[in-house]
């Protein structure tokens, strides 16, 4: 087993599957270029007085018998991109997953996920440094991440150390402070050879030459990560009108108030009739795929249901919004007109909104209830 000149560290067997042979796993420099240069000083100078060996600190240099290129030991720009990769991927599995139920993802849900994706990659980053040393975008970047004994970190040291590039580095991920604390780092990185995070812990970061193959896996997998997202954004939009837009169909049914008044028209009593309609809906659909040939069981689709009350024109309102999976869209209006209780139901066979305010639906709650609700 081979001892480092400079930093001491014995290589042991397990170091041959994550370094090369001729470099030191602890401190990166290159056995042979450190032996020849302590070589040629001993050479030119008085033995007796050479106390302390040189120092590479920039960069790694290796003699023409080993196939490794000499690399920078300060490359904050592939640490960059590593962990902008590692964050793309975690999301890109997000919405893969999305797709493969079909969940929509709507506006408030990219907002969310924009904030708890990166908490996840906060615990799920510290297994793979603790594994292997170096996360997806690090090991394609040929970066790794190594403790104090040259060994791989422990899962906690790890997650201590995302945690301080979490806060140190990414500042929450707040918008702006960002991106001062990453300029911040990266003017340590330069000028110190070393990150905030990495000093308190004594880590050390070390890089190998990036092959060509590397490269290219390393654009097509952000080029993936990057369209899956577009593509589950696309699927859950509403699908453009000259794709098959259908017409919305409007009709209203008069029934008895048997003395229930806008006054008792309450929050409880709506959600009530959202679970009615919702399961009148599905029995419909289970009717219409019997009378088609199929197992009225096979019909399950994806329901969405909202409700409200609104004030239009001085009369309350109850709207019951259903989306059922990416086929019919329903809102049902109603409201109490002297003792009778009407409903304005429309309906769309396809996968677009019915405005209540305008349109075939707005044009019939007008007619009905004299009133026009606002957007």
């Not at 995302?162 to 402070?177: F, R």
């Amino acid at each position: 087993m081979q001892t480092c000149p400079q930093c001491h560290y014995t290589r042991t067997p397990q170091d041959d599957d994550i370094c090369p042979k001729g470099e030191c796993p602890k401190c990166g420099i290159i056995y042979a270029k450190v032996l020849q240069k302590n070589q040629n000083i001993r050479e030119t100078l008085d033995e007796n007085k050479i106390k302390d060996l040189p120092n590479e600190k920039e960069t790694q240099s290796v003699p023409p018998n080993l196939d490794i290129k000499p690399v920078p030991k300060v490359r904050p720009w592939v640490r960059y991109w590593a962990r902008t990769l590692d964050i793309f991927l975690l999301n890109a599995i997000f919405y893969m997953g999305c797709i493969m139920i079909g969940e929509q993802i709507e506006g408030v849900s990219i907002y969310l996920m924009g904030m708890i994706l990166p908490v996840a990659w906060l615990f799920i980053e510290p297994i793979f440094l603790s594994s292997c040393g170096a996360t997806p975008g690090k090991l394609l970047l040929r970066t790794k991440v190594y403790g104090q004994s040259g060994q791989f970190l422990t899962y906690s040291d790890a997650l201590n150390r995302s945690m301080n590039v979490w806060v140190i580095g990414e500042a929450l991920y707040i918008p702006i402070v960002l991106v001062i604390t990453n300029l911040v780092a990266y003017n340590k990185l330069t000028k110190n050879g070393i990150t905030t995070w990495d000093k308190a812990g004594n880590y050390t970061v070390t890089h190998n030459k990036i092959g060509a193959w590397c490269i290219i896996a390393f654009i097509l997998l952000f080029i993936v990560s990057f369209f899956i997202p577009a593509a589950a954004l696309y699927k859950s939009s509403p699908v453009p009108a000259s794709s098959g837009m259908k017409p919305v169909m409007a009709f209203t049914t008069i029934q008895s108030a048997r003395g229930v008044t806008e006054a008792d028209l309450d929050q409880a009593g709506l959600k009530n009739i959202e679970t009615w309609l919702v399961e009148t809906m599905l029995q419909k659909g289970r009717n219409k795929y019997a009378e088609m040939g199929y197992n009225p069981k096979d019909f399950q689709p994806k329901v969405i249901a909202n409700s409200l009350y609104v004030n239009a024109g001085g009369k309350k309102l109850a709207i019951i919004k259903i989306n059922m999976g990416n086929s019919v869209r329903s809102v049902t209006i109603m409201g109490i007109k002297g003792n009778e209780l009407h409903r304005v139901s429309c309906i769309r066979n396809s996968n677009h909104d019915i405005p209540v305010w305008s349109g075939e639906c707005g044009n019939k709650v007008n007619e009905v209830f004299g009133v026009s609700i606002q957007p």
